[in-house]
């Protein structure tokens, strides 16, 4: 049966807002969505009924919260197909690709290389900066098609025997474009390569198994998955989680402390340093469970029809560009208009009460090999609407008018 948003809009308390006197159509999900009630109800509970540090109390309140907090790690690790050894909490999926990234350092040296796409997200390319200015690892990118698509051909020929690593996003946060990772992984693996996903944004508009796309490490953030900030998740297959070195330092990540020597607890709590982020964990907990209530496939296809019909309409508009055309491309539409810088196009977007994303998007070096400086980008939630999209086609037609 056809997603329809208006059953799930009423769940989300800031949809009834209004931008001046417009009513808000929020088109900036891909940089972070809205949250239902049952996620703001959840973690308002645990702070109201159960609050207090977890792991390590011995009263109520803390073997509560412990059981919300782990009860938690099982519902993502069900959401992905994983185990709950596997999920490690982070702040987001920043931290979790800057600690796969140390971890994965710690066995590399100079002339080992790094294989990143031209599409990634900073978060998918600073660490890996880290290593290339730290240990001399050579970093090494996957071109695109004209289309947006990853060039598959070049790819096969970048990955060597000198690859180590192989860290590619899922779906492009700009082009949309959804790669094929399960080939990839078995080209990296078949090299000995470590294969990394980055499905900030895949794991938001399609299920998510990560068995199925055969990587070793996934990250990805709560933020943008209907949960709360502060949390993301880094999953990492069994043994290879086992492999990597602890990151940061503190309390519960240890098995045994002494003056003279160390020995660190196992995964996921090795990667665990210090107090978690335990209200936005029982959030993300509650957006998961939240997101797997519904009919996942038929909310991908209501994305798929909201995107079409957006970019139908900006289609054959004179002076307007759309970045990323591939086949199969998820929600975000990502465009320039000829004259008129993207900042101006947001603002006055905004005055109609639509809210949308302008900028580079955390991705300088694809902008630059697109030859843009910037631009705009509107993405859909499940919560869109096919009026929303009309509404934002008729502001953008008023903005150019304005332009011209
Ligand atoms: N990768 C991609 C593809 C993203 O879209 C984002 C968020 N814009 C990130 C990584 C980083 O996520 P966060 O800022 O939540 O850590």
Redesign the pocket.
């Known amino acids: 049966m056809a997603f329809d948003p208006d059953h799930v809009r009423p769940e989300f308390p800031i949809l009834s807002r209004r931008i001046g006197d417009r009513p808000l159509v929020y088109l900036d999900s891909?940089?972070s969505a809205q949250k239902p009630e049952a996620v703001i109800g959840a973690m308002s509970d645990l702070m109201r009924n159960s609050y207090a540090n977890v792991h390590r109390g011995l009263h109520t309140l803390a073997n509560e919260t412990t059981e919300l907090y782990e009860n938690a790690r099982k519902k993502v690790a069900g959401f992905i197909g994983a185990a709950e050894s596997e999920i490690v909490f982070t702040?987001?999926?920043?931290?979790?690709?800057n600690l796969v990234a140390a971890g994965l350092g710690r066995s590399l040296s100079a002339g080992d290389e790094v294989l990143l796409t031209e599409m990634?997200?900073h978060?998918?390319i600073v660490p890996w900066h880290f290593l290339r200015e730290r240990l001399g690892v050579v970093l090494r990118f996957v071109p695109l098609l004209p289309d947006g698509a990853l060039d598959m051909e070049a790819l096969e020929r970048l990955i060597t025997p000198r690859t180590r690593v192989v860290s590619v996003?899922h779906?492009?946060?700009v082009l949309g474009t959804v790669n094929p990772v399960r080939r990839i992984a078995d080209l990296a693996h078949a090299a000995g390569a470590v294969m990394v996903v980055?499905a900030?944004?895949s794991v938001v508009h399609a299920p998510l198994d990560v068995h199925e796309i055969g990587a070793d490490f996934v990250?990805f953030?709560g933020?943008?998955l209907y949960g709360p900030?502060g949390i993301?998740v880094l999953w990492g297959r069994a043994e290879r989680l086992d492999a990597l070195p602890p990151w940061q330092g503190g309390g519960e990540m240890i098995d045994r402390v002494d003056f003279d020597q160390i020995t660190y607890a196992e995964p996921p709590l090795r990667f665990e340093a210090g107090t978690p982020p335990i209200v936005e964990a029982v959030g993300l907990g509650a957006a998961v469970d939240w997101l797997s209530g519904l009919d996942r496939l038929a909310v991908a296809e209501h994305e798929a029809a909201l995107y079409s019909r957006a970019a139908e309409g900006l289609s054959g508009v004179n002076g307007i560009r759309i970045l990323g055309q591939a086949e199969g491309k998820g929600a975000v539409l990502s465009f320039t208009v000829e004259g008129a810088h993207a900042h101006d196009i947001a603002q006055l977007l905004d005055r109609y009460g639509v809210a949308v994303r302008a900028g580079t998007?955390?991705a300088e070096p694809l902008m630059r090999r697109l030859g843009v400086s910037s631009s705009v980008r509107a993405s859909f939630g499940l919560y869109n609407t096919t009026q929303e999209v009309d509404a934002f086609l008729e502001a953008l037609d008023r903005t150019r008018t304005f332009f011209s």
């Open positions: 891909a940089a702040r987001g999926a920043t931290e979790a690709l990634e997200h978060a998918n996003v779906m492009s946060n980055d900030c944004q990250a953030s933020h943008k900030t993301g998007h955390c």
